[in-house]
């Protein structure tokens, strides 16, 4: 209450820590190299990428392209892939990079503390992609 007009406040609330943790060595924090996962791969070939739940941190490395805490590189339809559920902070290089994929599920991930774009889609000929109810915060 205000000035006695009431209003509803809310905050989003984020939990960082998951059971599982993809974290690159702390020796790479002073020179901001630090672990990535790629998905590579053509539908045709049967290439289905599913993370969920999962915590990355000290990840990403920005002087090499390509090289993204979570990514999706030139896969094609993955209409039965997602990333989802997953929190990405202290990043060196951004959250999830989208390149050459289509039909891809990304959702209810929490970013905190990444550099640069937190969700990205790399060319701008992703089509059909869902990116939804995902928190991403304080982006450097």
């Known amino acids: ?12 609330v984020a939990l960082l820590t998951r059971n599982v943790l993809i974290r690159g060595s702390d020796d790479g924090i002073p020179s901001g190299y630090g672990a990535h996962t790629m998905i590579h791969g053509t539908s045709t070939a049967g ?10 941190t000290h990840v990403g490395q920005p002087k090499v392209m390509g090289r993204y805490p979570i990514h999706f590189h030139m896969t ?11 929190s990405v902070h202290d990043s060196f290089a951004r959250v999830c990079t989208i390149h050459g994929a289509h039909y891809l599920l990304v959702e209810k991930n929490v970013g905190y503390l990444a550099s640069g774009h937190n969700i990205f889609l790399e060319d701008g000929i992703e089509t059909n992609n869902v990116i939804r109810d995902n928190l991403m915060i304080s982006a450097k």
């Open 1 to 12: 209450m205000y000035d006695g007009v009431e209003f509803p406040m809310r905050a989003e």
């Open 47 to 56: 290439t289905v990428g599913r993370i969920e739940y999962a915590e990355f």
């Open 76 to 86: 094609g339809e993955m209409s039965d892939s997602y990333v989802r559920g997953n």
